[in-house]
């Protein structure tokens, strides 16, 4: 086998191998980039709609003026 045949080789293995890396390196990024606020389930939504309703109801009654 000639020498530049197995440089060539070599060459072609080492690009498939950095872009194996490449895309494994992308997958661990898109992983650790998930911060933040977890999403609400519907019945989880429908239990804060249901708090905050109450809350901004009582904040609209007028205060009790018992002098």
């Known amino acids: 086998m000639d020498l530049k045949e197995i440089l060539s080789q070599l060459y072609a293995e080492k690009e498939l191998l950095d872009e194996a890396i490449r895309q494994l390196e992308a997958l661990t990024k898109g992983t650790a ?10 019945e989880e939504r429908r239990q804060v709609s249901e708090r905050m309703r109450r809350y901004w109801a009582k904040r609209r009654r007028p205060p009790n003026n018992h002098l």
């Open 33 to 42: 980039s998930r911060r933040g606020r977890k999403s609400m389930g519907i």
